[in-house]
């Protein structure tokens, strides 16, 4: 599949584009300058060699020409991201990975916009795409490391049923990653509230945990 991914120069982006190319999906790297997204592609493709080679380096505007579009960039700068880009992401899938989190000492606690979340923002203001929320508390170092096999869950959340199921494909192509349907993009203050404790219990107890949930029969 094709996939866009605005701000891949991040941890957050690079890690992703990177596991999601070793599978084979073909990624658009963006970033708002061309030439740190070629330097990065270059870093990640002498480091993986083929596993990379999917990677193709753009600008943000350039990351947008794909049906599905990621949007890596840090929590502050995903509105302004948005506003910049709400033409190009017109009739996309656009999935959301912000966290909108302030640290206090040893505690992060989430920051909520006046719609509930930040998909919920984004979705107000994409009115002609759909979004879609996900990956919201896998580290990005899991991502990164290709050698590293993931074990975690992944809930994927939208009011568009077809978006969401193409996410989750897109999940379940990452080997031991387990997408799980959570329902509309009104639980999504639920699992950007929920980042902010699992982070806090990862500082707190020295710990790097991500989510997975266990099966009673």
Known sequence: ??????????????????????????????????????HAVAE???????RASGLIATDNEGACDAPIVILAVNADSVIPTVREHAEHLANKVVVSMANNLTRNGSEFNAVLPPHGSVAAEIQALLWRSRVVTAFHLVPAAEFADLDHTMESDVVVLGDDDEARSSVMEITASIPHLRALDGGSLRNAVGMETFAAVLLTINIRHKMKASLRLQTIN
Do not use: Y
């Open 44 to 50: 990640l493709q002498e480091r993986w060699t083929e």
């Open 1 to 38: 599949m094709r996939i866009g991914i605005l701000g891949a120069t991040g941890p957050a982006g690079a890690g992703l584009a990177a596991r999601l190319t070793s599978v084979g999906h073909q990624v658009l790297f963006g970033s708002r300058s061309l030439d740190k997204a070629e």
